[in-house]
């Protein structure tokens, strides 16, 4: 079974504050885009659950957060662990704010939900997945939709009227972690408008969500690597992008474009600035 992994990009995030469990409260509206690993799930007769990937710097064992799904689900299931090859090919950038490695978790959720004989409704596929990963039940949906908790209280938005969206990771990578540890230390200059962005999806506005992209983690980031992000954010918009914002922890900034012509000129332009450049669309 051959499936797709889409990434996400966050419209908008916001921290809201530290709880008493140690997670933070978080309010952002995600978006998926066509940027996708494919999945290849076989069966095996070793019994065995073995993953490989085409990027050698990821765990090929248990680890691996697709491995991960597939025993929560067995687990969730009542069933004892099957032989299965799992096979990615990346193409989402690693540690990029862009949940590459949710999406996979995700995407193997719904490949096994898909061959049983009564499926999982795909919100308690999501409730599975969030044993895995905060960000996996959104993966799970996919789509636009404002998630709050954790990341796994999910409501569906209407969708992002259609786009070009040209994306650019860095070379360097952020410890998620380490930003999150820092949040809460750093004063916020400014808060996503993200009712706003949800009144704009709902008037088919991609003008008024563009305007109102935000993300309070380009606040935490070491100086170096904010500059770094608010130039490529800079080029997204002489450009000709409606708007431009970084996804996640970072450090992938993006830009939403109206015109596919403007896109392609933005991705030229960030290629000669190096890093991993993409023109994607929303999904
Ligand atoms: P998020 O946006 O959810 O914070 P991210 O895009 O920043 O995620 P990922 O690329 O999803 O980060 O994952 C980063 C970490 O997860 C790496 O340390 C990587 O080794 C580990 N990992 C485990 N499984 C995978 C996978 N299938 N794909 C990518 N990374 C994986």
Redesign the pocket.
């Known amino acids: 079974m051959e499936i797709k992994a889409h990434a ?1 990009l966050n419209l908008t995030l916001d921290v809201l504050g530290k709880r008493p469990d140690g997670y933070h409260d978080l309010r952002m509206i995600m978006q998926s885009v066509a940027l996708a ?1 494919t999945l290849t799930l076989e069966d095996n007769a070793s019994g065995q659950l073995r ?1 490989s ?1 085409n ?1 050698h ?3 090929n064992n248990d ?6 799904a597939a025993l929560h689900w067995w687990e969730a299931r009542g069933e004892k662990p099957r032989g299965l090859d799992i096979t ?1 090919e ?1 193409r ?14 995700a995407a193997v959720l719904r490949a096994l939900n898909a061959r049983e004989r009564s499926p999982l409704s795909p919100a308690e596929v999501a409730r599975i997945g969030e044993r895995v ?3 996996v039940p959104y993966c799970v949906l996919g789509g636009t939709a404002l998630a709050e908790g954790r990341g796994e209280i999910l409501t569906p938005l209407p969708p992002l009227p259609r786009c070009w969206v040209v994306l650019c990771k860095p070379e360097f ?2 410890s ?1 972690p380490a930003l999150f540890a820092k949040i809460d230390s750093v004063r916020l200059r400014c808060r996503p408008d993200t009712q706003g962005a949800i009144d704009a999806l709902e008037a088919g506005d991609l003008t008024g969500v563009a305007r109102r992209l935000y993300n309070v983690f380009e606040d935490a980031l070491p100086d170096r690597q904010r500059n770094r992000v608010a130039d490529l954010k800079n080029t997204l918009i002489q450009c000709g992008a409606l708007g431009a914002s970084m ?3 970072g450090p ?1 900034a993006f830009g939403l474009f109206d015109s596919e012509d403007r896109a392609m000129e933005a991705r030229e332009k960030l290629e000669d600035f190096g890093g991993e450049v993409f023109l994607t669309r929303t999904v």
Do not use: E, H, R, Y
């Not at 680890?63 to 991960?68: D, F, R, T």
């Not at 950038?93 to 978790?105: E, F, H, K, Q, T």
């Open positions: 996400k690993d993953v990937t990027l710097f990821l765990p680890k691996n957060l697709a491995a991960q990615i990346k989402i950038p690693v540690c990029a704010g862009m949940a590459g490695g949710s999406s996979d978790a990963g905060s960000d990578s952020i998620t996804s996640g922890t992938t």
